[in-house]
T-cell receptor, first 114, second 114 residues
Framework: ETGVTQSPTHLIKTRGQQVTLRCSSQ?????VSWYQQALGQGPQFIFQ???????GRGNFPPRFSGLQFPNYSSELNVNALELDDSALYLC?????????????FGPGTRLTVL | QQQVKQSPQSLIVQKGGISIINCAYE??????FPWYQQFPGKGPALLIA?????SEKKEGRFTISFNKSAKQFSLHIMDSQPGDSATYFC?????????????FGTGTLLAVQP
């Protein structure tokens, strides 16, 4: 069984640019959540997707947007990058059937904004 | 009310000793309390989780103690090993809400000395 995978591993962008991060959920999981983890902090919830629909959003501006595809993979898009967007972006998937609590995290994408 | 407070910020334990990390919450709607282990450059890995209907759960060397009335829970690592050196995060979620987003503590950096 393949776990959660994310790409790319690292990314360097400049302020004002746009970025797309990708996540493949664990086999059989239909719920994907995205988190932002600043250095030395705990992960902060960005939003969640369930059956291709956004199913909850944290305290992040609209320039953070996402998609979930029919195969349950997901993208996180960030527009107009700011220096404070530099962080580890984590994707987590949850089992199919219903919203369940257990979330399994991928290795993350380290985004640096210069 | 959404916060999860974690202590200590860092912890040094001798090999073979017991590591204890504590968390407290305010939101009585929380009904799922996982602990995650994170190594540098990696995503969080689920260690063990508990629900409020039990006061203790043990898996190998890891034990969660849960005190519903005090709204506190803790992680005990028995026979701590150098390989346990990592950052540990407690978290909480409310399954009855629109989303099962995880609210994380600020993390505890554990160093187990040989």
């Amino acid at each position: 069984e393949t776990g959660v995978t994310q790409s790319p591993t690292h990314l360097i962008k400049t302020r004002g640019q746009q970025v797309t991060l990708r996540c493949s959920s664990q086999s059989g999981h239909n719920t994907v959540s995205w988190y932002q983890q600043a250095l030395g902090q705990g992960p902060q919830f960005i939003f969640q997707y369930y059956r291709e629909e956004e199913n909850g959003r944290g305290n992040f501006p609209p320039r953070f947007s996402g998609l979930q595809f029919p195969n349950y993979s997901s993208e996180l898009n960030v527009n107009a990058l700011e220096l404070d967007d530099s962080a580890l972006y984590l994707c987590a998937s949850s089992p199919a059937g219903q919203l369940t609590d257990t979330q399994y995290f991928g290795p993350g994408t380290r985004l640096t904004v210069l | 009310q959404q916060q999860v407070k974690q202590s200590p910020q860092s912890l040094i334990v001798q090999k073979g000793g017991i590591s204890i990390i504590n968390c407290a919450y305010e939101n009585t709607a929380f009904d799922y309390f996982p602990w995650y282990q994170q190594f540098p450059g990696k995503g969080p890995a689920l260690l063990i989780a508990i629900r409020p209907d039990v006061s203790e759960k043990k898996e190998g060397r890891f034990t969660i103690s849960f005190n519903k009335s005090a709204k506190q829970f803790s992680l005990h690592i028995m026979d701590s090993q150098p390989g346990d050196s990592a950052t540990y995060f407690c978290a909480a979620s409310a399954q009855g809400g629109a989303t099962n987003k995880l609210i994380f503590g600020t993390g505890t950096l554990l160093a187990v000395q040989p």
